[in-house]
């Protein structure tokens, strides 16, 4: 039927067709791709054509638009402005064509999954598109209109390539008013909403090549730097994170949406597929960059204060025109908006889309997509918000002078579960009331209390107490009753305005560390009972998580041997009750014997052996008061102290006598006296010395203790005066004796001399080399030199009790006190600032495995990086006790309250430190180097 102007099509939407109209060639959606050098058939990218501003000769002004999406025999058009307008129905509704399902893309359609690389703006490239040359439109349409045409194509040339004024970058500014008059107002406003898509998705794109132009490029090819090469890397990859991956995504989906405009402006029916093509992909790249945003901005504000030269930076490339003066902080948060923005749009596409219009069936799965997408970066965001407020917490952190405090902030793992303030009540004689304002932290490992101050360089938090570990923090009471503050009116303006006061409510409770109970313990108090309970479930969930994580990550563990053999008399034990009490442990020494492993153990009662891999332990040697044992495997000798001083035993003889295959007489006549009988022996310990196995004791005297060194020799027999041979003696001196003033409490073994523990410090002693040498005493603060921290350190020192000293780097030893511990040089001079560690508890011996250091104190057993002094690991128990620990290798055997208290007595346990995850890996030549410049 021949089709004449003025005649409607049924089922098209309401314009006219005009006379010598032709249906529209097809085109493949994949051809779209073509003048972007993406081509289906292949997955490289190919470099589009340039982009030459002369307006292209082969737009035919006078050529009607084309649509993929129709393949009627008709071609839409509009009606002569010249002819009568009145007749219009504007109340009628746009109909789609019946051939529109057959036109929804899917990915299939787009030919092969391309592959993009960084490439110049699409929305650049715009211009390269191969616009198909048609024949002329029929002269029956009137110049008006063809003017009209001829500007909206321009006009879409120019809004593509970046060239148009933004005033115009809207779709009504685009189409001629003719073809806005010929639609009903509803898709008017659908076709306005599809064109702010593409243009906010143009303007997006444009924003990050920008960031990648002006900020990115020249920042890592700066010269000279702004930031040193391997620490540029870091930075970059930590603000701008995987800008690239979005950005390709985003360059991928504007030129699809170029193609689709291109192909059916002005009347866009459909950008659903393509906008739901790339909502599959760009999921796992924005999920990544969002929960990492709020990082990226935390350190890109870090650099901004402490880099001048990167502040320079970034104020030259805010000045950039490209950027129209917006910072970096709006281009990198450009992606966590966008999908919010994109998603508000494509709502309000949905509501202007006619119930029969095929994208009803797809927005909804797009929107749901976005949806659920938006609100599983929540946490994530959430999280990292909270790492950017610990930052900021660590950053500002201001601790007491002179101690060295590493709580680990800077590890991975580290996160800030709550802040907040509350109030502390202290009085004093000037303030009675003796209210502060506190801001108290909790992380994962710390409680920290402090207080906010305002200083030129930002707010500081001033610690005003230890941090606690929340492996020694308990809490106590949480349901107080309320109480009231009294605070100073801050209403009205008047004279007496100074003495009003007004009272508001707040809500205590108590937390304390357990190993002092009354000196650290903090009443705090809560704004409302909310707080108060939130708090409490903060505070209550973060200890069992740290106590969770110290079970899983136990450096060391303590195996029990024995728990019921040794016990002690208590009020549960009827008068009559037989026994044995065998009493507490003192000490104990691993050997072996016959290829088998022993345990000597020493109690007040004797010596006793326990056979590793079985349940026996078998008394061996009657004497009173055995408080120490040394195994001396090489020499075959036992060392021990008791009320009858230093004596010696075989090793194989009493391993035979706890077997029960040697009589214990045999094990009495090979003791050897090493102390003299008159003795007053304080302690004894052994090592090696100068390539040589020594014994050292010290003996107490009135006004000093006595300190003597014996070597071990093996026996061997030799004539006497009688011309008879006899057993020569197992120890002679090594070097002479000598003396300390007042009381030593431990000796430590040097390479080439022996530091002795005393009241002033440690004095190192060569005993071969008494008369040539000199006594040395760490800490040396005599080149202090009024230094207020070596000061304070050294009145430290004064006033505790020294028990060692240990290697704990290259070039520097860490002296232990019994409340801290400082480090010095290899010449015994205060490092660090002259600054110290404090011992969570106070420590009555340690022992070394490097790199940890493991101080034990009754209640508590303190493992210790002995580099940094960070905690790394607390044991809790009761009545700790160190009975045997090699110098840096070999068991480390405890004892400690057992768990059976009954009418047999209160048992005590024997447990074994085992190192659970490897230590240390060196080289082994550095002790040799350090510990030979002590002579």
Not at 229 to 235: E, G, I, N, P, S
Not at 257 to 278: C, E, G, K, W
Not at 614 to 621: F, P, S
């Amino acid at each position: 039927m021949a089709l004449n102007a003025g005649h409607r099509v049924s089922g098209r939407p309401n314009v006219s067709i005009p006379p010598g109209a032709r249906p529209p060639e097809m085109h493949s959606p994949a051809s779209a791709w073509a003048s972007y050098g993406l081509h289906p058939d292949r997955t490289s990218y190919v470099a589009p054509v340039p982009f030459s501003p002369q307006r292209p000769s082969f737009i035919n002004p006078t050529s009607p638009r084309r649509s993929s999406f129709h393949d009627s025999p008709s071609e839409w058009s509009f009606q002569d402005p010249q002819g009568s307008r009145q007749s219009y129905q504007r109340n009628e509704t746009l109909q789609p064509g019946p051939s529109f399902n057959q036109h929804r893309h899917s990915r299939s359609d787009l030919g092969p999954q391309l592959h993009l690389g960084r490439q110049e703006s699409f929305s650049s490239l715009a211009g390269g598109q191969d616009w198909e040359v048609t024949s002329p439109t029929p002269a029956s349409l009137s110049n008006e209109l063809s003017h009209s045409s001829l500007s909206a194509e321009e006009s879409l040339y120019r809004f593509q390539e970046g060239t148009l004024p933004e005033p115009d970058n809207q779709w009504h500014r685009l189409v001629p008013q003719e073809a806005r008059d010929s639609l009903p107002g509803k898709e008017v406003q659908r076709q306005s909403v599809i064109f702010e898509l593409i243009n906010s998705e143009k303007e997006y794109v444009s924003d990050l090549e920008i960031l990648q132009d002006v900020y990115i490029n020249p920042l890592v090819n700066a010269n000279p730097p702004i930031m040193p090469q391997d620490y540029l890397l870091a930075f970059t990859k930590e603000v701008f994170w995987n800008l690239n991956e979005i950005l390709h995504v985003h360059q991928r989906l504007l030129a699809a949406l170029f193609a689709r405009q291109r192909d059916q402006h002005p009347l866009v029916q459909s950008i659903a597929d393509i906008v739901l093509d790339t909502a599959l992909k760009f999921q796992p790249p924005y999920e990544s960059y969002i929960k990492h945003y709020p990082l990226a901005e935390a350190r890109h504000r870090r650099e901004l204060k402490r880099n001048p030269r990167y502040q320079h930076y970034i104020q030259e490339c805010s000045q950039n025109p490209r950027t129209r003066k917006r910072d970096l902080i709006t281009f990198i948060s450009r992606p966590v908006t966008r999908l919010p923005r994109l998603r508000l749009i494509l709502e309000q596409i949905q509501k202007l889309t006619e119930p029969d219009h095929p994208d009803l069936e797809t927005m909804p799965i797009i929107l749901d997509l976005l949806g659920d997408f938006i609100r599983s970066t929540q946490p994530g965001i959430e999280a990292a918000e909270s790492k950017v407020k610990f930052w900021s917490l660590s950053e500002s952190l201001v601790f007491r002078p002179g101690e060295i405090i590493d709580m680990d902030l800077y590890s991975d793992n580290r996160t800030l579960v709550y802040q907040g303030p509350l109030a502390r009540r202290q009085r004093s004689e000037t303030d009675w009331h003796g209210w502060h304002d506190m801001e108290v932290a909790l992380l994962d490992n710390y409680l920290l209390i402090t207080r906010k101050e305002k200083r030129e360089s930002g707010f500081k938090y001033i610690v005003a107490s230890r941090p606690i570990p929340l492996e020694y923090l308990r809490l106590g009471a949480f349901d107080a009753p309320q109480e009231s503050r009294k605070e100073k009116s801050s209403e009205g303006g008047g004279i007496l305005d100074a003495v009003k006061f007004h009272y508001i409510p707040v809500y205590p409770f108590t937390v304390y560390h357990a190993s002092a109970k009354s000196s650290r313990r903090y009443t705090l108090y809560a704004a409302s009972e909310r707080l108060r309970e939130k708090w409490r479930n903060c505070l209550v969930d973060a200890i069992g998580v740290r106590q969770a994580y110290n079970d899983a990550n136990k450096h060391f563990a303590a195996n029990p041997l024995n728990d019921g053999h040794f016990r002690t008399r208590t009020v549960q034990v009827p008068p009559d009750a037989p026994g044995p009490f065998l009493g507490k442990v003192n000490s104990a020494a691993s050997f072996m014997s016959g290829g088998r492993s022993f345990i000597a153990i020493g109690t007040s009662g004797g010596v006793h052996v326990h056979a590793r891999g079985t349940n026996e332990i078998r008394g061996a040697l009657r004497l009173p008061f055995t408080s120490s044992i040394s195994a001396l495997q090489g020499f075959n000798k036992l060392i021990l102290q008791c009320e009858q001083g230093v004596l010696s035993y075989s090793l194989d003889l009493l391993a035979r006598v706890a077997l029960q295959n040697a009589s214990p007489s045999l094990l009495e006549a090979s003791m050897e006296n090493i102390s003299q009988r008159d003795e007053s022996v304080q302690f004894f310990r052994t090592g090696i010395v100068a390539n040589r196995t020594i014994v050292v004791y010290a003996s107490r005297t009135f006004r000093q203790s006595n300190i003597n060194a014996l070597e071990v020799v093996h026996p061997q027999n030799v004539m006497n005066a009688q011309r008879q041979y006899t057993m020569a003696p197992s120890f002679r001196s090594f070097g002479s004796p000598f003396y300390v003033p007042k009381d030593a409490y431990d000796v430590t073994m040097l390479r080439k001399t022996i530091a002795i523990a005393t009241e002033k410090g440690l004095s190192i002693v060569d005993p071969t080399h008494l008369a040539n040498g000199q006594v040395t005493t760490v800490p040396d603060f005599s080149k202090s030199n009024g230094d207020r921290a070596v000061a304070h350190l050294k009145a430290r020192c004064e006033d505790g009790k020294v028990l060692g000293m240990l290697q704990s780097g290259d070039r520097e030893l860490l002296v232990i006190y019994d409340d801290f511990g400082c480090y010095i040089t290899k010449h015994g001079q205060p490092t660090r600032t002259a600054g110290l560690i404090r011992w969570e508890t106070p420590a009555v011996a340690y022992a070394f495995r490097k790199p940890y250091v493991i101080l034990f104190s009754p209640d508590f057993v303190e493992v210790r990086d002995v580099s940094t002094g960070r905690l790394v690991q607390v044991i809790e128990g009761r009545d700790f006790r160190l009975i045997e620990s090699g110098p840096q290798s070999g068991p480390i055997l405890i004892a400690m309250r057992g768990s059976i208290d009954d009418r047999q007595g209160l048992s005590d346990a024997l447990l074994e430190m085992v190192e659970t995850a490897p230590l240390y890996v060196g080289s082994g030549n550095g002790d040799d180097v350090l510990w030979e410049d002590w002579v």
